[in-house]
């Protein structure tokens, strides 16, 4: 395997920011729960707790894969920057522009370095050849 390029590092601590950011989001999305905060249904704020956890943990795993190389790591970055992108153009153009570019500029210089052909290169390993048991 070649050697890890800068871009691979910046695109991974990018993700791993951003599913800490999610967890965080969810920590306090669960303190507002249990304080008593009011929701529309309890059962619907459960669930939405759940999916962020699931997607923050899903945010840790590409992080790590694609720092180790694995090719299905590239598309996965590359969705949820545009998925941050999509969530950041309203906030900034909302007024909050300090918040949408902290979500746009690292999303963007994902983009820009998951297109690199040092990463592309880097990020081709596939799994191994051992059955899943």
Do not use: D
Not at 13 to 37: H, I, K, M, N, T
Not at 76 to 98: C, K, S
Request: charged share 5%; net charge positive; aromatic share 14%.
């Amino acid at each position: 395997m070649s050697k890890r390029p800068p871009g691979i590092v910046l695109i991974s601590v990018v993700v791993l920011l951003e599913a800490l950011a999610l967890l965080c989001a969810a920590a306090w999305y669960a303190y507002e729960l249990v304080s008593g905060a009011p929701v529309l249904t309890f059962w619907g704020a459960v669930f939405t707790l759940g999916l962020l956890l699931v997607f923050s943990a899903w945010l840790f795993a590409v992080g790590h894969f694609l720092f180790r190389g694995y090719r299905w790591t590239r598309a996965a970055a590359l969705v949820a920057q545009l998925f941050v992108m999509t969530i950041g153009f309203p906030t900034m153009t909302g007024g909050l522009v300090l918040p949408g570019l902290a979500m746009i500029i690292p999303a963007a210089a994902a983009i820009i370095f998951l297109f690199n052909k040092s990463v592309i290169t880097y990020a081709s390993r596939v799994g191994g050849a051992q059955g899943a048991l």
